[in-house]
Nanobody, 123 residues
């Protein structure tokens, strides 16, 4: 069983940057693909970015491409989401997820989820 804990959320101004972290425990972190999803009030949880187990390939949603970067440090069992040029529409609860079925933006393919961290971008 893998446990995931997100951190790094908070209130920021539009145009600024923020980095989220997702620390894993209880499993072999380096064997899982990792992903970030987000959910805004009244909306479905949507895919943001994913990275394969080795870190050698990533997949990013069009809505954040060029602004958000996913990375991982397998030695620290931690995944990151670097968010740049933040916009008010980036506001939401950000969740990290771990899965063993490869790189994907499909929510149901991820087996383990964190509790989420709130990101609020003010205009």
């Amino acid at each position: 069983q893998v446990q995931l804990v997100e951190s790094g959320g908070g209130l920021v101004q539009a145009g600024s940057s923020q980095r989220l972290s997702c620390e894993a425990s209880g499993g072999t972190f380096s064997s899982y693909a990792m992903a970030w999803f987000r959910q805004s009030p009244g909306k479905e949880r949507e895919f943001v970015a994913a990275i394969i187990s080795s870190g050698g390939r990533t997949y990013t949603a069009d809505s954040v491409k060029g602004r958000f970067i996913i990375s991982r440090d397998n030695a620290k069992s931690t995944a990151y989401l670097q968010m740049n040029s933040l916009k008010p529409e980036d506001t939401g609860v950000y969740y990290c997820a771990a899965g063993s079925r490869g790189l994907s933006g499909i929510r149901s393919l991820y087996d383990y989820w964190g509790q989420g961290t709130q990101v609020t971008v003010s205009s």
